[in-house]
């Protein structure tokens, strides 16, 4: 079992930044590939960024590219969401997601999820 506990949520103004931790506990996170999703009120929740294992290949939705960048440490079992240029639209309760695979997480299929951080982006 994973357990994956998000933080670094809350309140900003439009144009502004915020950085989302993700720490998970129960297994080591080196194996798993990781990711962020988002659920805005009355919208599915949807994928926005994922990191393969090992770092080396990242991958995100193109309404954030070049915006967010996606990150890990697995010595401190914590997946990071740089979040910049942030928008209204933006506002959303976000998820960390595991998975051993990648193209599991970014389908959204993941076994592990966490219990999500409110981003709110005023304009």
């Known amino acids: 079992q994973v357990q994956l506990v998000e933080s670094g949520g809350g309140l900003v103004q439009a144009g502004g930044s915020l950085r989302l931790s993700c720490a998970a506990s129960?297994?080591?996170?080196?194996?798993?590939?990781m990711g962020w999703f988002r659920q805005a009120p009355g919208k599915e929740r949807a994928f926005v960024a994922a990191?393969?294992?090992?770092?080396?290949?990242?991958y995100y939705v193109a309404s954030v590219t070049g915006r967010f960048t996606i990150s890990r440490d697995n010595g401190k079992n914590t997946v990071y969401l740089q979040m910049n240029s942030l928008k209204p639209e933006d506002t959303a309760v976000y998820y960390c997601a595991a998975d051993l695979s990648v193209e599991t997480v970014t389908s959204g299929r993941n076994d592990y999820w966490g219990m999500g951080t409110q981003v709110t982006v005023s304009s």
């Open positions: 990191i393969t294992w090992s770092g080396d290949n990242t």
């Open positions: 129960g297994r080591t996170l080196g194996q798993y590939a």
